[in-house]
Every structure is written in structure tokens, then in C-alpha cells.
């Protein structure tokens, strides 16, 4: 994708950040340049040379972000023309090639930097794509990145999302705008597991849907039956419905959004055929969670499976040590709500707290109860959202039993 005719940007970096990037990692800081053959426009290609002036990589260049170089590719020079983003494309896609069968067509078609796309998400939804752009670099080349999917993967439109902090910059593309095809007269219906669920792909959190929750959910169908379900922070209702499938008697849903309350129950609505799930009990609560736990935990009430899905509670490294504590606090509300042999799935989306710190959290609160308790198992990221560098692997779950 695009020639450039003006004489390639050639950078030069420390020694620190050269054994970063052999060592796979996909960023170039912008204090770890040494040396820049000119100043480098937004999205350019941007070679990246060792110390003994060797060859060592290829990225898209930010001329203004802290991260100047997203990789592309380490090793041998080569060069990427379109045969090679095609290719490119294709590796990603034959990641996914046998995982879901008929019965899940919502799934993460490439996964940003772990797939060898930085900054750029495609999620399908049956027919309808989801492209979302993390950083401004792609915006040169979106059009010719559409081509490409376009070529391989086959759907009825494709949408465009934006991060948040880019929205201003995507001159000429706007958040949501639809790139190929005809904008959805109706909700886009697709299947996970056989269970159907309506996205709003155009104005929805994330692309639509937590795609990225799915192992998760299909783990929690299966501890359902005969259970009193809460399903803390429940968005569309993405647990809840698995949980009524796997036999739950009654599904409580907690969130403090209205539209997502609605869609959870737009969502059962769509699984009335399905015996099992028509006979769960659906409530759904407008409520602040923290502060529902937190009052609930003296009540009277009790369940058999709490789910814990907050959002990041971390979005900065200095909210670390906060979200932490949050944690441990959600969990011990949480716990005290909990009847014997009673289930807790706490799940933490928070980049800035690692594994250890917030498994840690949980099984803390669960000791700190008092209540003896078995750990069944913990989970991480599913085969379509890889992680490959430390600041991807954002997700984490624990399942405990009291
Ligand atoms: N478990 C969901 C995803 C949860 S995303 C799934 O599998 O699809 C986090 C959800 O928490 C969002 O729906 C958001 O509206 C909700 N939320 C954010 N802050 C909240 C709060 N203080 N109390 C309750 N819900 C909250």
C-alpha cells in the first residue's frame, strides 16, 4: 500500500529499545530514537535500523504520539506491497479458520498488534464487519485496508468505529460511518454458541458486543443449572443468556445503563424458542453496582452464581492501586451474598493491573470471608483475541466455589 515517492524514513534507535522490538514487542517509543533521515508524516512506513546499521524492522509512524513506531514486521527486509498486506490479511484470518462452527458467526477477526495489525480491530457479526482504529496511522490507508477485506472476507456492509481519542482527528472519516453496503434498517442479529444476540454496531460499546467474554460465558452455562444467577455489570446480557441455558432458575442483571438493560432484555426476547431459557426468571436492576453490592451484602438476599464483569477500572497506571482495591471489594460484597456451594466468576478488563495483582485481590477477599473455598480454575484470553506483549493481555478470570 501506498508508494511513496519522497526517499523512505530511516530511524535509528537505542540499544534498549532494539532488543524490545527483537524480543516481538510492537512498539517504538519516541525517546528511543536516535536518529531520523527527515521528519516522518502520520501513518508513513518507517524503517527502523540496529546500531551496526542492520536492517531490523518496519512500522506505521506517529509523528505525534509518545508511541512513534506501531511494527509491522522484524526480521528480514522485505517489501510491502499489496501482495504482502494481502498476505498479511490472510494470516490473520487463517488463525480463526477452524474455531466456531455454524452456530457462533460473532467472533474477532484480527486483533490488532497480537495479529500483526496495530491499533486495528475487525469483529464480524454474521454479515455485518466492525473495523475499529485505535490510532490515527491507519487513516492514510483505510480506504486500501477496506479493499483488502473487502477481497477477503465476504459481508453485507462494514462499519466504521473510532477510539475515543481519535474521533477529532479522523478527518475524512466520521465514528460509525458505513464503509461498504447499506446501514442496518434493523439490529444486526448474530449467533455466539447457537444463543442469538442484536448488536448496535454503529453506536454500541466496543464494536457491538464483548466478544472477548465468550469462553467465559460458555464456562458459566455450564456451572448454571438449578442456580440463582447475579449478573454484575451485565451490559447486553451476554452471561445471562448462557446462564439461562445452562439451567439457571432466575437471572438478576445490574447496570447502571439503561439501553443496556433494554438490550439484555431485547436479547431474551430473541431466545423464547429455546424451552430452558424461556422458563429462567429475567429481572433487570438500573443500579450502580458498587453501591448495589455494598447495600445488598446486609440484605436477606442471596444467589448461587455472581458474576463480576466491571468495566476497566484502570484505564491509567496510576489508577492501579485503586482499582485493586476495588476488586477486593466488589469480591467481598459479592462472597456475602453467596449461599453454600454458591459460585463467584470475578473478571478484570483493567491493562494497568496484572494477573497476579487482581487474582490476588479476589482470592484475598475469599480468605478474608472466612468461608471455606475452592478455586476451580482461572482464564485468559480466548484463541481470537491472542495477547501477545504484555500491555494486550488485559483480561482475566477467576472462578472460586464456597
Ligand atoms: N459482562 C458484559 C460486559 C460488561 S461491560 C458482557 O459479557 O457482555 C461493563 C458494563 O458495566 C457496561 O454495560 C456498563 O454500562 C456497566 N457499568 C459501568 N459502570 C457501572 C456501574 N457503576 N454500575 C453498574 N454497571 C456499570
Redesign the pocket.
Known amino acids: 500500500m501506498n508508494s511513496e515517492s519522497t526517499p523512505s524514513l530511516k530511524l535509528r534507535i537505542s540499544q534498549k529499545a532494539e532488543t524490545i522490538l527483537r524480543s516481538g514487542h510492537p512498539w517504538l517509543l519516541s525517546d528511543s530514537i536516535r536518529e531520523q533521515s527527515r521528519p516522518g508524516t502520520m501513518g508513513e512506513l518507517a524503517i527502523i535500523y540496529d546500531r551496526k546499521d542492520r536492517f531490523l524492522g518496519m512500522g506505521l509512524f506517529d509523528p505525534e504520539g509518545p508511541i512513534c513506531v506501531r511494527m509491522l514486521r522484524t526480521g528480514k527486509p522485505q517489501k510491502l506491497d499489496r501482495a504482502w498486506w494481502q498476505q498479511h490479511l490472510t494470516a490473520a484470518l487463517d488463525r480463526r479458520r477452524n474455531l466456531f462452527d455454524a452456530q457462533t458467526n460473532g467472533y474477532r477477526l484480527c486483533n490488532g498488534e497480537s495479529d500483526g495489525w496495530p491499533g486495528l480491530v475487525l469483529d464480524r457479526y454474521d454479515s455485518t464487519l466492525v473495523l475499529k482504529i485505535y490510532t490515527t496511522v491507519w487513516l492514510p490507508r483505510l480506504n486500501e485496508v477496506v479493499e483488502l477485506i473487502a477481497e477477503q472476507v465476504p459481508h453485507e456492509r462494514l462499519i466504521l468505529r473510532l477510539s475515543r481519542n481519535i474521533q477529532d482527528q479522523a478527518l475524512p472519516f466520521t465514528e460509525g460511518q458505513i464503509l461498504r453496503g447499506a446501514a442496518p434498517l434493523e439490529p444486526v442479529v448474530f449467533l455466539e454458541s447457537g444463543i442469538r444476540f442484536e448488536i448496535d454496531g454503529v453506536r454500541g460499546?466496543k464494536t457491538g458486543?464483548?466478544l472477548d467474554?465468550r469462553e467465559n460465558?460458555r464456562l458459566v452455562e455450564s456451572f448454571s443449572q438449578g442456580r440463582r444467577v447475579l449478573?454484575?455489570?451485565?451490559?447486553?446480557?451476554?452471561?445471562s443468556l448462557y446462564a439461562a441455558r445452562g439451567g439457571a432458575v432466575s437471572v438478576t442483571d445490574?447496570?447502571?445503563?439503561p439501553h443496556?438493560l433494554t438490550a439484555a432484555n431485547r436479547n431474551f426476547a430473541l431466545n423464547l424458542h429455546d424451552p430452558t431459557i424461556s422458563r429462567c426468571l429475567h429481572e433487570s436492576v438500573k443500579?450502580?453496582?458498587?453501591d448495589w453490592l455494598n447495600s445488598t451484602a446486609t440484605s436477606s438476599r442471596s444467589f448461587d452464581l455472581i458474576?463480576l464483569?466491571?468495566?476497566s477500572l484502570a484505564r491509567r497506571e496510576f489508577e492501579r492501586t485503586q482499582a485493586i482495591r476495588a476488586y477486593g471489594r466488589l469480591a467481598r460484597n459479592a462472597i456475602k451474598l453467596l449461599r453454600p456451594k454458591g459460585i463467584l466468576v470475578a473478571?478484570s478488563c483493567s491493562a494497568h493491573v496484572s494477573t497476579s495483582e487482581f487474582l490476588d485481590s479476589v482470592r484475598n477477599a475469599a480468605t478474608q470471608s472466612g468461608r471455606p473455598f475452592m478455586e476451580l480454575q482461572t482464564t485468559g484470553h480466548a484463541a481470537d483475541h491472542p495477547a501477545t506483549f504484555p500491555e494486550a493481555n488485559y483480561l482475566k478470570a477467576i472462578y472460586l466455589c464456597f
Open positions: 460499546q458486543f464483548y467474554q460465558r449478573n454484575a455489570f451485565s451490559f447486553s446480557g451476554g452471561f445490574l447496570d447502571i445503563s443496556a443500579t450502580d453496582a458498587f458474576i464483569d466491571p468495566p473478571c
